[in-house]
């Protein structure tokens, strides 16, 4: 499928960009060499007629997108996670990109769910709407459970969604592939990771049985969470196709007026919804990457409702710690510190030098402290963090990059409930007690009966792996010195340290 006859879509979607005024700007973002610039136009300028003309009253990159259609919508929202990659212009202008399109008929979202759960709509719902929401992947209906008389919202992928967006992703794949013919100096914007974190964001979303487990284990992290609540799945009448959830009803966190109306403290949820933000991120290390005002609504009782899991982050423990002591360094404008952190962890090569290092990040820091604390911007922090410590050999990690662009989204919820917000003073707490049960002494008791357990689970597999190890010492030649280390070291290194994780777990009782 990814073959030369791809050249055909690329021909249009060259053509497209040519004509909404967008090829020149997505070039700058890549800051595409000269050779790749002559290519692209060779295949949009001459063929512009036949490219689509799009909405004129949007700026030129989504413009475009919009106009090529689902696949190309979906890749710019996913590349707007991207700064790194786009860089923060067009990356700002494809977070706004509105994900809207004509909805298919409710007659054929009606034969998906009957094809999906294999009972017919009038079994199941005793009333089915008409489309009240249509994305580039899926629409949404609001229904009434016919058994428990519940109101819910049904997702419904859109037909042939899937066999579309392959076409398009193999389109995206041969384009890549065109960059790193044409133009090797491109390869450091990375197109073929690019392409292929894009398709792995696309297959989670194109099966709503994964949509609906990350909910699931949203709500299960967040169940003690005061002031927050998710819509519930309801899995009997959820399938890959369909999902069906509970209806969240309340009053978009974007609506101030609305907000006022009802008569809640736009200050406390500014605040909350920063707060929660952090906590998933940092506690659980899984958040909602997409918690814009769209997804977020604002119950009777003052409780915060996210909804939409297509876009979920994922941080594991090792990296939530640095992720903390990093951001708490720079609350306590330690650079030294945070400087450290960076080369324990490995994210700068250690040939590097560590003061000049922590001068680099005090240039960081200081400006932004030097605002007035209501400006200070932890996304703007972390934005110019990465650009340090690119300088200094750090690789781009795209778990963080998608952390540091929801940080951005999130702030730009909290400013608009609550202009005046001071972003240290919400933010302080949150880290500091992280902090305190993941890095103090109660973390290390932790970790220590973590490895008991898991030394408790292999220890019938230790004597065996001793005796092979000791077994093979006795073949060693004078040739092979390094043998006996090899096979007996990593034994005898986990059985010291199981020992004190035992000893450690033990005291724990």
């Not at 512009?48 to 919508?73: E, F, N, S, V």
């Not at 007026?257 to 200050?267: E, L, M, S, Y």
């Not at 003073?425 to 890095?439: L, N």
Request: net charge negative.
């Amino acid at each position: 499928m990814r073959g030369p006859h791809n050249i055909i879509r690329l021909i249009r979607t060259g053509a497209t960009l040519e004509r909404t005024g967008a090829m020149n700007v997505v070039l700058d973002a890549f800051e595409a060499p000269p050779l790749l610039r002559f290519v692209a136009h060779v295949l949009g300028k001459p063929f512009q007629w036949l490219g689509y003309k799009g909405d004129p009253d949007m700026p030129p990159a989504t413009r475009a997108l919009t106009a090529l259609g689902p696949a190309y919508i979906k890749f710019g929202q996913v590349l707007s996670t991207r700064p790194d990659v786009v860089g923060d212009d067009l990356a700002e202008q494809l977070r706004v990109l509105q994900d809207k399109l004509p909805p298919f008929s409710k007659a054929e979202a009606m034969a998906e769910v009957e094809k999906e759960l294999g009972r017919s709509v009038a079994e199941v719902f005793s009333e089915f709407s008409e489309p009240i929401a249509a994305a580039s992947i899926a629409q949404v209906h609001r229904a009434r459970l016919a058994d428990s008389d519940q109101d819910v919202a049904v997702k419904v992928l859109r037909p042939g969604i899937e066999r579309a967006f392959r076409k398009d992703v193999d389109a995206f794949y041969f384009a890549a592939r065109i960059v790193d013919l044409f133009a090797p100096g491109a390869r450091r914007l990375r197109p073929m990771e690019v392409i292929e974190h894009f398709d792995g964001v696309v297959q989670g979303e194109l099966d709503l049985r994964l949509e609906s487990a990350a909910a699931s284990e949203f709500a299960a992290n967040t169940t003690d969470d005061e002031g927050f609540q998710l819509p519930q799945i309801v899995w009997n009448y959820s399938a890959r196709r369909v999902m069906t959830l509970g209806w969240a009803d309340g009053v978009p966190l974007g609506d101030n007026d609305a907000i006022d109306g009802a008569g809640h403290n736009r200050v406390d949820l500014g605040e909350r919804v920063l707060r929660l933000f952090l906590m998933h991120a940092l506690r659980d290390g899984f958040f909602h990457a997409d918690m814009h005002q769209g997804n977020l609504k604002v119950a009777a009782n003052g409780d915060i409702i996210a909804y939409d899991f297509g876009i979920m982050g994922h941080i594991d423990e090792y990296t939530r710690r640095v992720y903390a002591e990093i951001l708490f360094g720079f609350i306590r404008r330690d650079y030294k510190r945070v400087a450290e952190v960076h080369f324990e962890a490995g994210y700068v090569p250690a040939n590097q030098d560590v003061d000049e290092f922590a001068r680099a990040l005090r240039a960081v820091g200081e400006p932004i402290f030097g605002m007035d604390a209501t400006h200070i911007s932890m996304g703007r922090l972390l934005s110019y963090l990465f650009e340090v410590t690119e300088r200094f050999g750090m690789e781009t990690r795209t778990e963080l990059i998608l952390l540091q662009r929801t940080m951005v989204v999130v702030e730009g919820v909290a400013r608009s409930l609550n202009p005046h917000i001071n972003i240290w003073e919400v933010a302080h707490p949150v880290v500091e007690d992280y902090i305190k049960k993941s890095i103090g002494p109660r973390a290390i008791v932790s970790d220590l009966a973590k490895t008991a357990k898991v030394l408790a689970r292999f220890g019938p597999r230790l004597p065996g792996l001793v005796e092979q190890a000791l077994i093979a010492q006795t073949h060693v030649t004078d040739q092979q010195p390094s043998a006996w280390r090899t096979a007996i070291g990593p034994a005898v290194l986990g059985a010291v340290i199981g020992g004190c994780a035992v000893l450690a777990a033990i005291s724990l009782f």
